[in-house]
């Protein structure tokens, strides 16, 4: 069965500082991951992927991600967080050749100011 | 590109009347929609996975009956809340995937709530 961990509930950063949301995974052969944005009462956003190839993915709105094999990872990162950026994060993994998401618990990301 | 809606964004009902949502792809065919429900501060939770032209595949717990899913084209799927009641008040969310991709483009969401 595949799994996603976001250990942390919610993360707090200050403005301009570096941000970085864990996420671990648990499924058999080759995963696709991806990165969800979720701001209130709306729907998800597409932030980025990995497939295969360079371990470090670059997304939408500045965010970055880098797959770890042997650690079973896939944090997202940012250099500089915005306050723009205070919202609701989803992990997701695919096994290979499966679009069924299982998506981790979620993280709120506090921004302040 | 790549823009799904939905349709009511939220919806208040009696308990016991049915309610649909409808899930559409913009501008692009959706080989695939799925279609989930989120709790209050809670993950996603896969609901089915819908086909065009083909029976929904519902996800182990979920009522089969009470959740009707038809995916009549490769831009419309419905999910038809049946006899609702107040357990069933949540948030539901479709996606739609493209054939080409294996990202899964989400919808604004709809709000449910039974009375």
């Known amino acids: 069965a595949q799994s996603v961990a976001q250990p942390e509930d919610q993360v707090n950063v200050a403005e301009g500082n570096p941000l970085t949301v864990k996420c671990t995974y648990s499924?058999?052969?080759?995963?696709?991951l991806f990165w969800y944005v979720q701001y209130p009462n709306r729907g998800l956003q597409f932030l980025l992927k990995?497939?295969?190839?360079?371990?470090l993915v670059k997304g939408s709105y500045g965010f970055e991600a880098e797959f770890n094999k042997s650690q079973t990872s896939f944090h997202l990162k940012k250099p500089s967080a915005l306050v723009s950026d205070s919202a609701l994060y989803f992990c997701a993994v695919s096994p290979y050749g499966n679009n069924r998401l299982a998506f981790g618990k979620g993280n709120q990301v506090v921004v302040i100011p | 590109g790549a823009v799904v809606s939905q349709h009511p964004s939220w919806v208040i009902c009696k308990s016991g009347t049915s309610v649909k949502i409808e899930c559409r792809s913009l501008d692009f065919q959706a080989t695939t929609m799925f279609w989930y429900r989120q709790f209050p501060k809670q993950s996603l939770m896969l609901m089915a996975t819908?086909?065009?032209?083909?029976?929904?595949?519902?996800e182990q717990g979920v009522e089969k009956d009470k959740f009707l899913i038809n995916h009549a084209s490769l831009t419309l799927s419905t999910l038809t809340v049946t006899s609702a009641h107040p357990e069933d008040s949540s948030f539901y969310i479709c996606s739609a995937g493209r054939e080409s991709g294996l990202e899964q483009f989400f919808g604004p969401g709809t709000r449910l709530t039974v009375l």
């Open positions: 990995y497939i295969t190839g360079d371990n």
């Open positions: 819908s086909n065009e032209g083909s029976k929904a595949t519902y």
């Open positions: 499924v058999s052969g080759n995963p696709y």
